[in-house]
């Protein structure tokens, strides 16, 4: 079964520039959850989009917003870029119908502003 | 919300040792506690994971405690090897929300030959 897929791999912006990341789940997935991971402040959940529906939601600016497709694909906008937002973005994927369903990790987006 | 607090933030032991990374909890209404490895260059991957109607579970060299009481967790790993070196994040989540998980700070496993 093939593995949670983030593209791209990398990115480099500028600031006050916008980015789409995009993440495949594993098939017959339906949650998609987003983290940002910084060496400062570690692992910060973003959001969680679960049947096209965002579901949770982490404190983060209104400039970070995500959206999920019908076949649980899902994308996360940043908009107007600081340089605060150079992160590892990784996204996870869960069955996403019981309070334990184990999330799978993607590989992460590396977001490099300028 | 709930805060995740992880001891030690590095720790090196040798070869066949053990380790132990603690973690403590804050919100009484969390009640799955996942574990995850995080290698150079690639996502956590989960190693192990524990809820909150039991109090220890086994795989192999890794296990995982919980005391609900204290509200912490801890995970050990057993005869260690050079493959178990990277970063190990604990986390937690509420009741009803597994999929927003609040991580730990991380530990920085080294395993010397």
């Known amino acids: 079964k093939a593995g949670v897929t983030q593209t791209p791999r990398y990115l480099i912006k500028t600031r006050g520039q916008q980015v789409t990341l995009s993440c495949s789940p594993i098939?017959?997935?339906?949650?998609v959850s987003w983290y940002q991971q910084t060496p400062g402040q570690g692992l910060q959940f973003l959001f969680e989009?679960?049947?096209?529906?965002?579901?949770n939601k982490g404190n983060f600016p209104g400039r970070f917003s995500g959206r999920q497709f019908s076949n649980s694909r899902s994308e996360m906008n940043v908009s107007t870029l600081e340089l605060g937002d150079s992160a590892l973005y990784l996204c996870?994927?869960?069955?996403?119908?019981?309070?334990?369903?184990?999330?799978?990790f993607g590989p992460g987006t590396r977001l490099t502003v300028l | 919300g709930e805060n995740v607090e992880q001891h030690p933030s590095t720790l090196s032991v040798q070869e066949g040792d053990s380790a132990v990374i603690k973690c403590t909890y804050s919100?009484?209404?969390?009640?799955?506690f996942p574990w995850y490895k995080q290698e150079l260059g690639k996502g956590p991957q989960l190693i192990i994971d524990?809820?909150?109607?039991?109090g220890e579970k086994k795989d192999q060299r890794i296990a995982v405690t919980l005391n609900k009481t204290a509200k912490h967790f801890s995970l050990h790993i057993t005869e260690t090897q050079p493959e178990d070196s990277a970063v190990y994040f604990c986390?937690?989540?509420?009741?009803?929300?597994?999929?927003?998980?609040?991580f730990g700070t991380g530990t920085r496993l080294q395993v010397t030959l």
């Open positions: 996870a994927s869960s069955l996403g119908d019981r309070d334990y369903n184990e999330q799978f």
């Open positions: 098939s017959g997935h339906r949650s």
């Open positions: 989009y679960f049947s096209e529906t965002q579901r």
């Open positions: 919100d009484s209404a969390s009640n799955y």
């Open positions: 524990i809820r909150s109607n039991v």
């Open positions: 986390a937690a989540s509420l009741t009803g929300t597994a999929s927003k998980l609040t």
